[in-house]
């Protein structure tokens, strides 16, 4: 691939309408996709159109950039822009839609796996402990389940599995016996309602103890790492010979997966042999051995990019 004129970030603008989310790790995304002016490149999480906003900057009058978003808030910060084409669903799609809109194979994929600002500012959207409202954190205001749901519904076992291997909460066990004994003497369908539910079983800080709390619940009600792994299989059905993907994602449990898939190719078991004493070959070369972080200068700029990490490989 590769731009030999890239035009330098720089001299980009990238501000979003009402501050509706500051892209991270930016000049290292749009560097780490080594972008061809032709190319057709995917942004799977389009949300406040920075990264995209960039990328187009690459891109020449034959270049093409398909963007995902299956928040439909999101459609609002579209650019006027011929080359762009909004795909309204979730990037766990992404073959599907790509074949529909004839780009069976692309240059470059891009996600940024973060929730974005808005979503966090939103009270009603129910993301963030900052407010009350609402126990939604639907990602994706058509489908039906809602956090709510998960809380008055699943077991204590699924409960304290999900607070666990999700938020890697310290006394999920005991978070969970607690929601399912107060859930019988009142309903929780609010973020006050849970706080008041739990609070007697809060360990640590308050906030970051609601942090992994929120975070399971997310995870589960928008199957994200089921996402991101559908995500990563596809990509090698779609990324020409010398595509990029590069994935930037914020807590662990993402990491680890795009680590893993990076380096193996798979997410089976490829230690041993098929019968025939063939070896799986990984497709994919990995460009970062570690994963790049946020600079000083953007952490001090934006505090939201402290727990990025950008990752990146190259179909062979």
């Known amino acids: 691939m590769g731009n030999s004129e890239k035009i330098p970030l ?16 930016l000049q290292e995304c749009i560097d780490g996709l080594d972008i061809w002016p032709g190319g057709i490149y995917v ?5 406040g159109g920075g990264h995209s906003k960039a990328i187009l900057q690459q891109l020449n009058g034959n270049g ?3 963007v995902f978003d299956q928040d ?21 799609h992404l073959q599907r839609f790509l074949r529909l809109h004839k780009a069976a194979k692309v240059d470059g994929i891009l996600a940024d796996l973060g929730v974005s600002s808005h979503q966090f500012d939103e009270a009603g959207r129910g993301f963030s402990i900052r407010f009350d409202a609402a126990l939604d954190m639907r990602m994706d205001q058509r489908q039906l389940l809602t956090a709510a749901d998960i809380l008055k519904n699943f077991s204590e076992l699924q409960l304290h599995k999900m607070f666990e291997q999700y938020g890697e909460v ?3 066990k005991t978070l969970a016996k607690t929601i399912v004994s107060q859930r019988i003497l009142a309903p929780i369908r ?9 609070h007697a079983v809060v360990k640590g800080n308050p906030q970051k103890y609601f942090a992994q709390v929120f975070q399971a619940l997310r995870i589960e009600v928008n199957d994200e790492l089921g996402a991101l792994k559908e995500l990563l299989q596809q990509s090698l059905s779609v990324l020409k010979p010398g595509g990029r993907v590069a994935i930037i994602t914020f807590h662990s449990l993402e990491d680890r997966i795009v680590k893993n898939f990076f380096r193996d190719g798979t997410f089976e078991d490829t230690a041993i042999d098929d019968v025939y004493g063939h070896r799986f ?6 460009i970062t051995k570690k994963p790049i972080t ?5 952490l001090k700029e934006n505090t939201r990019s402290r727990s990025a990490k950008l990752r990146i490989a190259e179909m062979k």
């Open 43 to 47: 942004d799977c999480t389009f949300g």
């Open 72 to 92: 439909e808030d999101a459609r609002k910060n579209l650019p006027n822009d011929e080359r762009v084409i909004f795909v309204p669903q979730n990037f766990r």
């Open 281 to 286: 070959e990984n497709p994919l070369k990995v």
């Open 190 to 198: 609010t973020i006050n309602e849970l706080k008041t539910a739990v």
């Open 64 to 66: 093409k950039l398909i």
């Open 10 to 25: 720089s001299n980009l603008s990238t501000d979003q309408p009402n501050n509706y989310h500051t892209p991270v790790l």
């Open 294 to 298: 946020a600079t000083e200068k953007e």
């Open 170 to 172: 310290t006394n999920s």
